[in-house]
């Protein structure tokens, strides 16, 4: 079974729609994370969630709006969606904040065209 | 503020060749260091760890990286790299303790030529 698994995996979607990716861990790991990474493989934290709790924003879009339902899922709904938005988006989960090891999903391929 | 700098973007290495790649992070106290490796179209997986004790850590696949504490530094190493480690390797840093974010650098590319 697949640790961290996100879906769907390759998204094309014209500018101006709004769509969403969903996550799903079933490490039992109480912290969740959407990561972007751009073209030039850049790694970037845009949310963490600690027990459905925003934990961690950093700077995005208000067109980005994570979603937990659960320790055990973290959606991530974007609205308008722009050229720029085009990256892979990683879903990730730990045991905790504090450091320990980061669990990445297989990411998705997001295409606005 | 944490950060972490890969000053190697793009090394290009022939089979058996031994390998090190840099890694700096900006911080003033005490930090967890990370090495993950991204396989060409995967995700990321942890390649090894430090978080205290011996500064000079072992993961998988052969790798080992050693803290250097006075230098702000966590370089990777291998004595013989393969065709198969072709990939991209991020350093990460987070501030021990709390709710602190994970920072990645910006990568490096492995290339091991046959």
């Known amino acids: 079974d697949t640790a961290v698994s996100q879906t769907p995996k390759y998204l094309v979607t014209q500018m101006g729609n709004d769509k969403s990716i969903k996550c799903e861990q079933n490490?039992?790991?109480?912290?969740m994370y959407w990561y972007k990474q751009d073209s030039k493989k850049f790694l970037k934290i845009m949310f963490s969630y600690n027990n459905k709790e925003l934990i961690i924003n950093e700077t995005v879009p208000n067109r980005f709006s994570p979603k937990s339902p659960d320790k055990a899922h973290l959606n991530l709904h974007i609205n308008s969606l722009e050229l720029g938005d085009s990256a892979v988006y990683f879903c990730a989960s730990s045991q905790d904040s504090g450091g320990n090891t980061i669990y990445f999903g297989e990411g998705s391929w997001l295409t606005v065209v | 503020a944490q950060s972490v700098s890969q000053h190697n973007h793009h090394v290009i290495l022939s089979e058996a060749a031994s390998l090190e790649l840099g890694c700096n992070y900006s911080y003033g106290g005490t930090v967890n260091l990370f090495w993950y490796v991204q396989y060409p179209g995967q995700h990321l997986q942890l390649l090894l760890k430090y978080f205290s004790g011996d500064p000079l850590v072992k993961g998988i696949k052969g790798f080992e990286a050693e803290f250097i504490k006075s230098k702000f530094s966590f370089n990777l190493r291998k004595p013989s790299v393969q065709w198969s480690d072709t990939a991209e390797y991020f350093c990460?840093?987070?501030?021990?303790?709390?709710?602190?974010?994970?920072?990645f650098g910006t990568g490096t590319k492995l290339q091991v030529i046959p």
């Open positions: 490490l039992g790991h109480d912290t």
């Open positions: 990460a840093v987070n501030e021990a303790g709390g709710y602190q974010k994970v920072t």
